[in-house]
């Protein structure tokens, strides 16, 4: 299928990142094919998804446009002698994923350009905390938050799985007051609070498929309909390390909804990367995640990041073919000689100890992360 040229227009411009689209633009074709389909069901699906992905309303729109006939599921657009489907509208917009513009920071008004480029200062606790809770609201609002704590109604309101009372029950399961409702507590939030909660939150977390209108007294949007975890998390991650990346808190939400101390930003990059990537071997994936949490958990000990270098060298034992075949014999040799000569496999007299373990362990972690991805993309690009 020949590429839209449109698709690199700011018309398309992405307001969710590419991969979390092409995600759900897969989940939609594959509905679309499947013999539950329900054209009317999956056409508000899709324009839910457009106007939450995308900066502009014009995909939405263009969408809209497409008059699709429920039983022959094929329309004639007035600008055009051809038949097109909505259906094949989506699968033409899956494509372009790649070529979809993404937001770039504003140019600098005039007196910012007058005066010396300032480096953006880290927010603090406070700040990052109202940030946050900027967040959560946006997303409650679009029906992010409507399973856990349900929704109001003129006719009658819908209990979430918090129930009736969600405030009693956040604070029952965290073992604590003074958490919820967020806006009323959160400008007192210890960093533990903002912690728990974001967390508590992830679990949370779904995104709604579809709404609808409920046009009574101006009732508004309902969306208790059905939600995906997985989507809801993705999103909901996203947008808190946003947020996250411009504190001076040093965390990171990972992939299981739970916190972590954040490398800097080309080494997170590469962590992202390393744990989105594809097993060389059926045993890396788990290893490799509890390696990460494990070395980067808050308050990780130095036996922990000890462990979990070990836990790391283990996965790159396995590749040790790989690595002699792709590296200089030295090289190779090299990422195992640290591990086993340097008190960190092994503990008996010949071990060299005289380091700082804080500073030499983070470096020799994630050298053994980049050598992972580096194994990762010889393999990808062998295949």
């Known amino acids: 299928m020949t590429l839209d040229s449109r698709f690199r227009s700011r018309r398309f411009e992405a307001a969710w990142p590419r991969q979390i689209i092409k995600t759900e633009l897969d989940r939609l074709i594959e509905a679309c094919e499947a013999p539950s389909f329900h054209v009317t069901n999956w056409g508000d699906e899709c324009e839910l998804f457009l106007l939450e992905a995308f900066t502009s309303s014009e995909p939405l729109d263009e969408f809209r446009s497409i008059q699709e006939h429920a039983r022959s599921g094929f329309?004639?657009?007035?600008?055009?002698?051809?038949?097109?489907?909505?259906?094949?509208?989506?699968?033409?917009?899956?494509?372009?994923?790649?070529?979809?513009?993404?937001?770039t920071p504003r140019l600098p008004y005039w007196s910012e350009r007058r005066t010396a480029p300032q480096t953006p200062s880290l927010t603090d606790l406070p700040t990052t905390a109202r940030r946050f809770a900027a967040v959560f609201d946006k997303l409650a609002s679009t029906g992010y938050f409507s399973w856990a704590f349900g929704e109001l109604c003129v006719d009658d309101d819908y209990e979430g799985t918090l129930g009736p009372n969600p405030a009693k029950t956040i604070h029952q399961e965290l073992g604590r007051d003074g958490l919820w409702p967020l806006f009323g507590h959160i400008k007192d939030y210890s960093l533990d609070d903002l912690c728990d909660i974001i967390e508590y939150l992830a679990d949370q977390v779904r995104r709604p498929k579809r709404r609808t209108l409920h046009g009574h007294a101006g009732c508004g949007y309902h969306y208790q309909h059905s939600y995906s975890a997985d989507r809801g998390l993705e999103i909901y991650r996203w947008q808190v390390?946003?947020?996250?990346?411009?504190?001076?808190?040093?965390?990171?939400?990972?992939?299981?909804?739970?916190?972590?101390?954040?490398?800097?930003?080309?080494?997170?990059?590469?962590?992202?990367?390393?744990?989105?990537?594809?097993?060389?071997?059926?045993?890396?994936?788990?290893?490799?995640?509890?390696?990460?949490t494990q070395f980067r958990a808050r308050g990780a000990s130095e036996m922990d990041r000890r462990l979990a270098v070990v836990a790391l060298a283990g996965i790159l034992e396995r590749r040790r073919g790989l690595i002699k075949e792709q590296l200089q014999s030295k090289d190779g040799g090299a990422l195992f000689q640290i591990a086993n000569q340097f008190g960190i496999r092994h503990q008996d007299a010949k071990q060299q100890k005289d380091y700082d373990p804080e500073l030499y362990l983070e470096w020799v972690f994630y050298w053994y992360v980049a050598t992972i991805n580096l194994t990762n993309r010889i393999v990808a690009s062998q295949s």
């Not at 329309?75 to 899956?94: A, E, G, N, V, Y």
């Not at 001076?248 to 990972?254: S, V, Y």
């Not at 909804?257 to 989105?276: F, K, M, N, Q």
Request: hydrophobic share 40%.
């Open 241 to 292: 390390n946003q947020v996250l990346s411009q504190s001076a808190l040093g965390l990171t939400l990972t992939e299981n909804g739970r916190l972590e101390t954040a490398a800097s930003g080309p080494i997170e990059d590469l962590v992202t990367t390393v744990r989105a990537a594809e097993n060389v071997h059926d045993a890396d994936g788990m290893e490799l995640e509890h390696a990460l």
């Open 75 to 103: 329309i004639d657009l007035q600008d055009k002698s051809t038949s097109i489907s909505r259906r094949d509208w989506i699968k033409k917009l899956s494509t372009g994923v790649d070529a979809f513009p993404i937001p």
